[in-house]
């Protein structure tokens, strides 16, 4: 099923035809870790082509100006070689309909949803699919582009308020990163940068070593200073999931010796709990339900089946803690909520809903993901 939903993905966005592609950030990080997971599930070779044929189409499209904008080339304002060699440097575009918000122009919040520009949640998610296209294919240059990316997103999106002396982080950016859209911070966006900033460089450490220059390390401590005192909780099933999948990566990182301390994993367990406590699967019809979010949680849950099963393998690493173990055990009592949304989702009468189609791209992909997890979850 896996393969026929990306197969379906490839013909209707144009990757192998290279026709009037169709790219959004967001679907894309996910399309790209879930053909490398079929790369090495398979051993076959076209999905690493796709994975990587994939990544040049978004930097190509993503990493340009639009076509309705008087500015071209790349963003970052490389001329065309060092552009081509570097094309993270200046960021990523979303790559939605309508062209980006003027400094002049009113702020209109519903329209703001549909317009261009840089969302730092976005970025984030493309710094991993980069480096996981850096594990797989052991070439360095992938993780790289992930570390240029998170420099140049640190860069853009954190500020110093001028009432305060804290870094905050804005959570949507213009196109060129010279002003702010939406000013406020996006709840796990400090979480996602700490985690992935983490994650480039313990891959860059630890299998590339000095190839990969320079390194995050004041970019980590800076975004950390940012996260303390967080409270990381949601009831959106979207946010839960993807703070279910922080918090398996988080293990990880401690099982390669990046984290010291379980504090974290700690804090992220109790605010997952708090979540899905509170998060309840209605029995609705598809057309009043959104299958992304929903398949968000479900690619948390299966997070939390690995999470488990790596702390039961590795026990005294995660001692530190006695009531990791609790938490985790309680966590898992959730679990086969994922085998109904996947069960719902399969279902072709439930993708023939109106939900379904208006954000189909998004929708296919990420049931991909809930059906056969690893390649995201993976750090």
Same mark, same amino acid.
């Given at each position: /099923?896996?393969? =026929?939903?990306?197969?379906?993905?490839?013909?209707?966005?144009?990757?192998?035809? *290279?026709?009037?592609?169709?790219?959004?950030? $967001?679907?894309?990080?996910?399309?790209?870790?879930?053909?490398?997971?079929?790369?090495?599930? %398979?051993?076959?070779? =076209?999905?690493?082509?796709?994975?990587?044929?994939?990544?040049?189409?978004? &930097?190509?499209?993503? !990493?340009?100006?639009? =076509?309705?904008?008087?500015?071209?080339?790349?963003?970052?304002?490389?001329?065309?070689?060092?552009?081509?060699? +570097?094309?993270t440097r200046g960021g990523l575009r979303i790559g939605k309909k309508l062209n980006e918000r003027r400094p002049a122009d009113p702020v209109d919040e519903r329209l703001e949803w549909d317009?261009?520009?840089?969302?730092? +949640?976005?970025?984030?998610?493309?710094? &991993?699919?980069?480096?996981?296209? !850096? +594990?797989?294919?052991?070439?360095?240059?992938?993780?790289? $582009? !992930?570390i240029e990316l998170a420099k140049t997103a640190h860069a853009g999106?954190?500020?110093?308020?001028?009432?305060?002396?804290?870094?905050? /982080?804005?959570?949507? /950016?213009?196109?060129?990163?010279?002003?702010?859209?939406?000013?406020?911070?996006g709840h796990h966006d400090p979480l996602d940068g700490f985690i992935t900033y983490t994650s480039l460089q313990a891959t860059?450490? %630890?299998?590339?070593?000095?190839?990969?220059?320079? *390194?995050?390390?004041?970019?980590?401590?800076?975004?950390?200073?940012?996260?303390?005192?967080?409270? $990381?909780?949601?009831?959106?099933?979207?946010?839960i999931g993807d703070l279910l999948c922080s918090t398996y990566k988080v293990a990880q990182l401690v099982m390669d010796g990046y984290f010291r301390q379980t504090d974290l994993l700690a804090t992220l367990l109790d605010s997952s709990m708090r979540g899905l406590k509170s998060c309840a699967l209605e029995n609705l019809p598809a057309h009043y339900r959104l299958a992304f979010r929903e398949l968000g949680l479900s690619i948390g849950l299966h997070a939390v089946e690995r999470l488990h099963t790596l702390t039961e393998q590795n026990p005294v690493l995660f001692s530190e803690n006695r009531l990791l173990h609790s938490r985790i055990e309680t966590l898992m009592r959730y679990v086969p909520m994922h085998e109904i949304i996947e069960k719902f989702w399969l279902e072709g009468a439930n993708r023939k809903s109106v939900t379904w189609k208006e954000h189909r791209d998004i929708n296919m992909v990420m049931l991909a993901t809930s059906l056969a997890p690893d390649g995201y979850l993976t750090r």
């Open positions: /099923m896996v393969q =026929e939903i990306m197969a379906e993905f490839d013909g209707m966005t144009g990757i192998s035809s *290279g026709k009037n592609p169709r790219r959004y950030l $967001w679907t894309d990080a996910f399309a790209v870790c879930n053909f490398l997971e079929l790369y090495q599930q %398979t051993d076959n070779p =076209e999905y690493r082509r796709l994975a990587l044929r994939l990544i040049d189409q978004v &930097h190509n499209l993503l !990493g340009r100006h639009r =076509e309705d904008d008087l500015r071209k080339g790349w963003i970052s304002g490389l001329n065309e070689q060092e552009g081509s060699l +570097h094309p317009r261009d520009g840089q969302y730092y +949640h976005y970025l984030t998610k493309w710094m &991993h699919a980069l480096n996981r296209a !850096g +594990h797989v294919t052991g070439d360095s240059i992938y993780t790289t $582009w !992930g999106f954190t500020y110093v308020p001028p009432t305060g002396s804290q870094k905050r /982080m804005y959570w949507k /950016m213009s196109i060129d990163l010279s002003y702010p859209l939406v000013r406020s911070m860059a450490d %630890t299998f590339f070593k000095k190839s990969v220059q320079p *390194g995050l390390r004041e970019e980590i401590a800076e975004i950390a200073a940012i996260c303390e005192g967080k409270d $990381w909780a949601t009831d959106d099933p979207l946010g």
